[in-house]
């Protein structure tokens, strides 16, 4: 069974699943690099809709294989050899009794990592979370993957000890879809609830006047913003991922961390987790047709596949960051590089090659000068000092 007939019908998770399992990749190593132990959390482990025999669809069997590669990278061997043995520490929460006993097989099977299981709700775990968070240190580095399916259950204020915990980054699936559709309900009980998921942030009277994408995005970025000044987070930085047979968004996944480093290695994955979302909507979307039609077509699902849904949103985001960029140049008159590159890629669909692909077009205009490089530099970089003068005609 191909990737794409193992995700029929769920193409959405094969985009969730491609960022978790690509920017665990990396994350694995870079830590593994510096710590002695790699802590790794998800607090809505299931597993859900599983379909290979090895369960490798599955979140679980995902996070496992690519910490398990950190030990085994040969770039590593020189560093293990002077260091102990890299420690996988995992923590699996899942509320349903059924999904949590598939869990507890799956976990069982297990000897290389540390696994702890709890059949909890999140409220009633935090306490436990952390304490086997910090078991070994307190500082341990720990990443956190909060992946509901609702809104509920996982107020600012029940996961805010989560995101306060330091060293750590948090990845959040927040479900834009029934978010968008239920923010201004009249029900108390929905209200309350809506209250609890935004905290401190006025979400109503921000999105008060708002209508169609300009309301989803401004909900994206008051959770955005929750999340950031909840966790003490430098950067939040949210990737979309679309229904596969309809041009909507279904939910975004939420990035936080504290250092550059992280946005960097995140915002590569949504780059080519973008490519891989687009391809999965082709398939779905060949495959309706064919239930329809009940006839195969000729052409591969990419050629028939109409992206301008796709491309329409990146134009729109690749917009928005721009004109950011730009007042922050006209404003500052020298502004360090490293801030354009952080206000740019806290966008999605934006990435560092359309930051720098807007300063050479700027630099060629006569309206921008950048400063700092060194001789053989070109393409301006993070933490070296590169700075842009904006120049008005």
């Not at 669809?57 to 560093?79: G, Y």
């Not at 968004?249 to 687009?278: C, I, P």
């Amino acid at each position: 069974m191909n990737e794409y007939d193992l995700y029929a019908g769920r193409e959405q998770t094969l985009v969730k699943h491609y960022i978790l399992e690509h920017y665990l990749e990396r994350f694995a190593h870079i830590v593994g690099s510096t710590w002695d132990d790699i802590t790794y959390v998800d607090c809505f482990a299931g597993p859900w809709n599983a379909r290979s025999d090895e369960h490798r669809d599955s979140s679980f069997a995902l996070a496992l294989t690519q910490l398990r590669q950190a030990r085994r990278n040969p770039a590593d061997l020189k560093a293990a050899r002077s260091r102990p043995q890299l420690e996988l520490r995992c923590f699996f929460l899942e509320r349903d009794p059924a999904a949590f006993a598939r869990l507890r097989g799956l976990a069982s099977r297990v000897a290389d990592a540390e696994i702890e299981l709890r059949n909890a709700t999140l409220e009633q775990s935090i306490d436990d979370i952390l304490a086997f968070v910090r078991k070994r240190q307190r500082d341990a580095f720990a990443l956190v993957f909060l992946d509901p399916t609702g809104w509920t259950g996982f107020g600012l204020d029940v996961i805010a000890p989560l995101l306060r915990h330091q060293p750590g980054e948090v990845l959040v699936n927040f479900m834009t879809g029934y978010t968008v559709r239920f923010a201004e309900q009249a029900d108390e009980a929905i209200r309350r609830s809506f209250d609890r998921l935004f905290g401190p942030v006025d979400y109503r009277r921000r999105i008060a006047r708002l209508a169609g994408q300009d309301r989803e995005e401004e909900l994206v970025h008051c959770y955005a913003d929750a999340i950031g000044w909840t966790g003490s987070f430098d950067y939040v930085c949210p990737a979309i991922v679309l229904l596969p047979e309809k041009n909507r968004t279904h939910f975004h996944l939420l990035y936080a961390t504290r250092n550059a480093r992280g946005v960097e290695v995140f915002k590569q994955v949504e780059k080519k987790a973008m490519a891989a979302m687009e391809m999965a909507r082709a398939e779905a979307r060949r495959r309706s047709r064919i239930r329809s039609s009940r006839q195969e077509e000729l052409f591969a699902a990419q050629q028939l596949h109409d992206s301008a849904y796709y491309e329409s949103l990146r134009d729109r985001h690749t917009g928005a960051a721009r004109a950011q960029v730009k007042s922050i140049l006209v404003e500052g008159r020298t502004v360090d590089y490293d801030d354009v590159w952080a206000a740019a890629l806290s966008h999605p669909l934006v990435w560092k090659s359309d930051v720098d692909a807007w300063i050479d077009e700027w630099k060629k205009a006569g309206r921008v000068e950048l400063t700092g490089l060194k001789p053989r530099e070109r393409v301006p970089k993070l933490d070296a000092g590169h700075q842009l003068l904006w120049r008005n005609p």
